[in-house]
């Protein structure tokens, strides 16, 4: 078990490989309460099936989330170790979105397994886990606070504070990044507005939780 969670740890920490869909997946356009996102499905023959609907983490462009949704299933689906779980990894937007706007599709793709998985994916659920790194880990953790499922796992989720993590980019203490600058140009810098930040903040959805979750952190993380 110890050598698998280090292969998920470093498989994650790892450079996003342009990834394919294999033989077995199915790459679908959704439409789910007038919300529309991809997703990237991996099911098993067996007619009853456990569901795990995972989350990637940060991207650059939404030209990489199809990719990251890939990368992040086949990683998921290394470690699981089991023939009888249907997989569907969710490639909700990023680019040009203020960060944590993405929990609209990515709440639609969760509502749309719960609810059509029966009828349009032919399988029927015994029980539904969530699992989410970094910024996917940030969504995961903001769904628990949304809807009850069998068990979540936030992998280096994040960003916990956005004043001091874009704090650190206006200072010039870090490289800017596309997420930090759009919330500059939403809301002025942290010190103007810290309270648009905040309630952006992964330490703003530290209440409520429905399900039991896992919060999982590297020692060697950095600060942000």
Same mark, same amino acid.
């Given at each position: ?6 292969? =998920?740890?470093?498989?994650?920490? $790892? ?12 790459? &679908? ?10 997703? +990237? ?6 007619? !009853? ?14 030209? #990489? ?7 992040? *299933?086949?990683? +998921? %689906? ?5 023939? /009888?779980?249907?997989?569907?990894? !969710?490639?909700?937007? #990023?680019?040009?979105?203020? =960060? @944590?706007?993405?929990? &609209? ?13 029966? %009828?349009? *994916? %032919? &399988?029927?659920?015994?029980?539904? =886990? ?20 069998? @068990? ?5 989720? @994040? ?16 490289? #800017? ?5 759009? *919330? ?6 942290? /010190? ?7 309630? &952006?903040?992964?330490?703003? =959805?530290?209440? $409520? ?8 952190? @590297? *020692?060697? /993380?950095?600060?942000?």
């Amino acid at each position: 078990m110890t050598d698998k969670i280090a292969f =998920f740890f470093a498989a994650f920490a $790892g450079i996003l490989l342009m990834c394919v869909p294999s033989d077995a997946q199915d790459v &679908r356009r959704i439409t789910h309460n007038k919300v529309s996102f991809d997703v +990237v499905i991996d099911r098993p023959p067996n007619p !009853v099936v456990d569901v795990v609907v995972a989350y990637h983490g940060t991207v650059q462009s939404d030209d #990489q989330i199809i990719p990251a949704a890939i990368n992040t *299933l086949n990683r +998921v %689906k290394e470690i699981t170790n089991r023939s /009888d779980v249907m997989f569907v990894s !969710v490639a909700y937007p #990023q680019q040009f979105v203020l =960060f @944590g706007d993405g929990i &609209r599709e990515a709440e639609a793709a969760l509502l749309w397994v719960r609810e059509r998985t029966r %009828k349009v *994916l %032919k &399988r029927k659920i015994r029980k539904l =886990f969530l699992v989410g790194h970094s910024q996917g880990g940030y969504m995961v953790t903001r769904l628990n606070t949304m809807h009850r499922t069998d @068990g979540v796992i936030a992998n280096a989720p @994040g960003p916990l504070n956005l004043v001091y993590r874009c704090g650190l980019e206006e200072s010039g203490q870090i490289t #800017q990044s596309a997420v930090c600058n759009l *919330l500059r140009q939403t809301y002025g810098t942290t /010190d103007a507005n810290p309270a648009a930040y905040m309630s &952006r903040s992964l330490l703003n =959805f530290t209440n $409520g939780h429905r399900s039991d979750i896992l919060f999982v952190q @590297g *020692l060697a /993380d950095s600060p942000i």
